[in-house]
């Protein structure tokens, strides 16, 4: 009893501690352009659903989505038929989500300016996203399929190949940080996420799914519903700053009809439980505190 005691007291000492290195969440609804590729821009409409159920008025205000592309793609739209350079232009907007695929991407930064310029405070956010293949293989072209098997793949290996692209990542975005001497750009580690999920499958801890294919609709990667839903709650993590623990079975989950109600809310339990516990470690996703911050 005693020793229940002193663990239930340690977690909530842990939690406090936990909580004085986050900075404060964003209680207003955000006003969110995208940018993104069929790995990024189904988050568009599943972040306003999850903010919304969070009672946020979360607006879409401008999307571009094009198949399998770089920010590149985007950037080179005329301005004319592009509704995100438009809606950068108004200065009404307070988050602008990109997703590349391969670094270099110098279009990243020219939308950054673009946004900043009609919006010094606009954030922009570039994710992270899992291997296409389950592989980090940045030289081949985008379109590559290869038959991979889901169920195969050496998850140490995927990690490994994960953490590497997520550092290239990193790297660029802190040199665009550094020209522009403030943190404007801000990163969504939805493949760190991703893998976190899937070892939870292989050690049977994730309800309803019982092998890592059921989390993708092909060998190339794109992802099914629970996949979707944990990369949109990393999301709506970083835009809000806070966890969506607690909130409400998402709309996108009546997808999956082999899963019962109780795995669904045990699985949205912990899809909601990876997210935060990624993006709030992640010393670049806009949620801790700055070191100098932190220590004072």
């Given amino acids: 009893m005693q020793a229940s005691l002193l663990l239930a007291a340690f977690s909530l000492f842990a939690t406090i501690a936990r909580a004085q290195d986050l900075v404060p969440p964003i209680t207003e609804g955000q006003r969110v352009a995208t940018c993104g590729h069929s790995f990024h821009v189904f988050t568009y409409k599943q972040v306003e659903d999850i903010a919304k159920s969070a009672k946020l008025a979360h607006q879409l205000v401008g999307l571009s989505s094009i198949g399998g592309?770089?920010?590149?793609?985007?950037?080179?739209?005329?301005?004319?038929?592009?509704?995100?350079?438009?809606?950068?232009?108004?200065?009404?907007?307070d988050v602008l989500t990109l997703s590349p695929i391969w670094l270099p991407d110098p279009a990243i930064e020219e939308f950054v300016k673009l946004g900043l310029e009609h919006n010094p405070a606009l954030r922009i956010t570039v994710q992270e996203y899992w291997m296409p293949n389950d592989e980090y293989n940045p030289v081949y072209p985008l379109d590559v399929r290869k038959k991979v098997d889901h169920n195969a793949t050496d998850i140490?290996?995927?990690?490994?190949?994960?953490?590497?692209?997520?550092?290239?990542?990193?790297?660029?975005?802190?040199?665009?940080?550094?020209?522009?001497?403030?943190?404007?750009?801000?990163?969504?580690?939805?493949?760190?996420?991703?893998?976190?999920?899937?070892?939870?499958?292989?050690?049977?801890?994730?309800?309803?799914?019982?092998?890592?294919?059921?989390?993708?609709?092909?060998?190339?990667?794109?992802?099914?519903?629970?996949?979707?839903?944990?990369?949109?709650?990393?999301?709506?993590?970083?835009?809000?700053?806070?966890?969506?623990?607690?909130?409400?079975?998402?709309?996108?989950?009546?997808?999956?009809?082999?899963?019962?109600?109780?795995?669904?809310?045990?699985?949205?339990?912990?899809?909601?439980?990876?997210?935060?516990?990624?993006?709030?470690?992640?010393?670049?996703?806009?949620?801790?505190?700055?070191?100098s911050v932190t220590a004072k």
């Fill in 156 to 291: 140490a290996q995927l990690r490994d190949a994960t953490q590497r692209y997520a550092k290239d990542i990193e790297d660029y975005v802190s040199g665009i940080n550094q020209r522009l001497g403030k943190q404007s750009v801000f990163i969504v580690p939805v493949g760190m996420a991703a893998v976190t999920l899937r070892e939870k499958i292989l050690k049977g801890e994730a309800p309803g799914l019982k092998t890592q294919g059921e989390i993708f609709k092909d060998t190339w990667g794109h992802a099914l519903a629970p996949l979707q839903i944990l990369s949109s709650y990393c999301h709506f993590a970083v835009i809000y700053r806070r966890s969506p623990a607690g909130l409400p079975v998402p709309t996108a989950f009546k997808a999956l009809k082999d899963i019962s109600d109780d795995d669904k809310a045990k699985l949205n339990a912990l899809l909601q439980q990876i997210a935060w516990d990624t993006v709030s470690h992640h010393p670049m996703a806009g949620v801790m505190k700055p070191a």
């Fill in 69 to 93: 592309s770089m920010v590149q793609k985007h950037w080179d739209v005329p301005e004319e038929k592009s509704a995100v350079k438009q809606v950068l232009k108004t200065g009404k907007v």
